[in-house]
């Protein structure tokens, strides 16, 4: 039977179908202002009661206030957050290797990336072996995926989104067929009106696809909010 590791918010976790799966690798995709980096800070400040965490944060989005906003026992939990910030694509690849470690000599409860695509996108910026750097990305989301598999560790990584040139309407994950791949749990973010956002579950081992969460970001997290 798959284990599960809550979020920090039932609801969200009833969404999920009893929250994150431990064997596999789960995505959140979105524009900016989705709410991303909520959802990851809400889950770090609920799994670090118990276990450590490791955030990589790729973007500076690990902040300490709102943390503080979403724990209640801030100092305690504080402590079991491993926090790894690569400032470039090859510091990203070394941060990775250094999980191996960590998974080893401490009770890892969850493994977080945000995001997985920012550094990349970086290089990919200033490289002219975009082969190499898309199979490095690769090599990265594998490894995570690996992880998830034998140590039963669940993986929460984020990611960005860019429109179609062609396709107005249509959306593309940064990655593409790769990161789409080696994620066995897939959730898009979109933000509506009036501070209303929608998770929206594109891929799922055991629940039915375009499943819609409607929430908006409190102070506490995030709060359901019933679809009109």
Same mark, same amino acid.
């Given at each position: 039977?798959?284990?599960?590791?809550?979020?920090?918010?039932?609801?969200?976790?009833?969404?999920?179908?009893?929250?994150?799966?431990?064997?596999?690798?789960?995505?959140?995709?979105?524009?900016?202002?989705?709410?991303?980096?909520?959802?990851?800070?809400?889950?770090?400040?609920?799994?670090?009661?118990?276990?450590?965490?490791?955030?990589?944060?790729?973007?500076?989005?690990?902040?300490?206030?709102?943390?503080?906003?979403?724990?209640?026992?801030?100092?305690?939990?504080?402590?079991?957050?491993?926090?790894?910030?690569?400032?470039?694509?090859?510091?990203?690849?070394?941060?990775?290797?250094? +999980?191996? =470690?960590?998974?080893? &000599? $401490?009770? #890892?409860? !969850?493994? *977080?990336?945000?995001? /997985?695509?920012?550094?990349?996108?970086?290089?990919?910026?200033?490289?002219?072996?975009?082969?190499?750097?898309?199979?490095?990305?690769?090599?990265?989301?594998?490894? +995570?995926? =690996?992880?998830?598999? &034998? $140590?039963? #560790?669940? !993986?929460? *990584?984020?990611?960005? /989104?860019?429109?179609?040139?062609?396709?107005?309407?249509?959306?593309?994950?940064?990655?593409?067929?790769?990161?789409?791949?080696?994620?066995?749990?897939?959730?898009? +973010?979109?933000?509506?009106?009036?501070? $209303?956002?929608?998770? !929206?579950?594109?891929?799922?081992?055991?629940?039915?696809?375009?499943?819609?969460?409607?929430?908006?970001?409190?102070?506490?997290?995030?709060?359901?909010?019933?679809?009109?």
């Amino acid at each position: 039977m798959v284990a599960r590791i809550g979020s920090g918010n039932k609801d969200f976790d009833d969404f999920l179908n009893g929250g994150y799966e431990d064997n596999i690798v789960t995505m959140l995709y979105g524009g900016p202002g989705t709410g991303k980096t909520n959802i990851c800070l809400m889950t770090a400040a609920q799994v670090s009661k118990q276990k450590k965490v490791i955030f990589i944060d790729t973007e500076g989005s690990f902040s300490p206030d709102r943390f503080k906003q979403l724990c209640p026992d801030y100092n305690n939990c504080l402590n079991n957050i491993f926090i790894l910030c690569p400032i470039d694509f090859e510091e990203q690849r070394g941060s990775l290797k250094k +999980l191996k =470690e960590l998974v080893e &000599k $401490k009770d #890892i409860g !969850i493994i *977080i990336v945000d995001s /997985i695509v920012m550094l990349y996108r970086l290089e990919i910026g200033k490289t002219k072996d975009i082969q190499n750097t898309n199979r490095q990305l690769g090599l990265q989301i594998s490894y +995570l995926s =690996e992880i998830a598999r &034998k $140590k039963s #560790i669940p !993986i929460l *990584i984020t990611n960005q /989104i860019y429109k179609d040139f062609e396709d107005k309407t249509k959306i593309n994950i940064v990655g593409g067929d790769i990161l789409k791949y080696w994620s066995k749990c897939l959730i898009e +973010l979109r933000k509506l009106e009036d501070n $209303k956002r929608v998770a !929206i579950l594109k891929k799922h081992r055991s629940q039915a696809e375009n499943k819609k969460f409607y929430f908006e970001i409190i102070d506490k997290g995030i709060k359901k909010i019933e679809e009109k």
